[in-house]
T-cell receptor, first 113, second 116 residues
Framework: DSGVTQTPKHLITATGQRVTLRCSPRSGDLSVYWYQQSLDQGLQFLIQYYNGEERAKGNILERFSAQQFPDLHSELNLSSLELGDSALYFC????????????FGPGTRLLVL | AQTVTQSQPEMSVQEAETVTLSCTYDTSESDYYLFWYKQPPSRQMILVIRQEAYKQQNATENRFSVNFQKAAKSFSLKISDSQLGDAAMYFCAYKGRETSGSRLTFGEGTQLTVNP
């Protein structure tokens, strides 16, 4: 158990819908990262937050957005869902951005039908 | 942009034997970290081992060790005394300290099978 929690574990929804994925970092970690793992794209970095502020953006679609709240939990919002958004979404956390190790949560498996 | 390549999509090893998984990377940065993560069937991403580029000594964690060749940009993982629980997908990952920020860049993964 890495100490990073993600909810829900599984999510099944329809095209065009909107979902919210939630992540709680390890106690004491200030930085949160979101990654997407899909069959065709592999593991890709989406976005990073540090202490409530957006720090870096990767291959995140405009339909996707995220935020980190004052209690340091983070949410990833996916809207206008398409079939291709079906993937495993991971949250990871680290103490500060430059600290080398990111610890991953168990992931949220999203299936868009 | 940094890239990570794992040229072995699948590997297999007999229980108690040794196996080496390969990883190469491309970067123009001089200061960075390299990682191996394990993803068992549960899909959880588990850190196996970490290497700082400025350290010449290869990292070791129990039965897991790396062969880090900075000039060749190579970072292989050796698993000794393989156990059935080592069966998983293994991902090599890069994290730069300079231009690439704190993101992890992953390779495509190597699926390791351990035969009893």
């Amino acid at each position: 158990d890495s100490g990073v929690t993600q909810t829900p574990k599984h999510l099944i929804t329809a095209t065009g819908q909107r979902v919210t994925l939630r992540c709680s970092p390890r106690s004491g970690d200030l930085s949160v990262y979101w990654y997407q793992q899909s069959l065709d794209q592999g593991l890709q970095f989406l976005i990073q937050y540090y202490n409530g502020e957006e720090r870096a953006k990767g291959n995140i679609l405009e339909r996707f957005s995220a935020q980190q709240f004052p209690d340091l939990h983070s949410e990833l919002n996916l809207s206008s869902l398409e079939l291709g958004d079906s993937a495993l979404y991971f949250c990871a956390s680290s103490v500060v951005p430059d600290k080398e190790t990111q610890y991953f949560g168990p992931g949220t498996r999203l299936l868009v039908l | 942009a940094q890239t990570v390549t794992q040229s072995q999509p699948e590997m297999s090893v007999q229980e108690a034997e040794t196996v080496t998984l390969s990883c190469t990377y491309d970067t123009s940065e001089s200061d960075y970290y390299l990682f191996w993560y394990k993803q068992p069937p549960s899909r959880q991403m588990i850190l196996v081992i970490r290497q700082e580029a400025y350290k010449q000594q290869n990292a070791t964690e129990n039965r897991f060790s790396v062969n880090f060749q900075k000039a060749a940009k190579s970072f292989s993982l050796k698993i000794s005394d393989s156990q059935l629980g080592d069966a998983a997908m293994y991902f090599c990952a890069y994290k730069g300290r300079e231009t690439s920020g704190s993101r992890l860049t992953f390779g495509e993964g190597t699926q390791l099978t351990v035969n009893p």
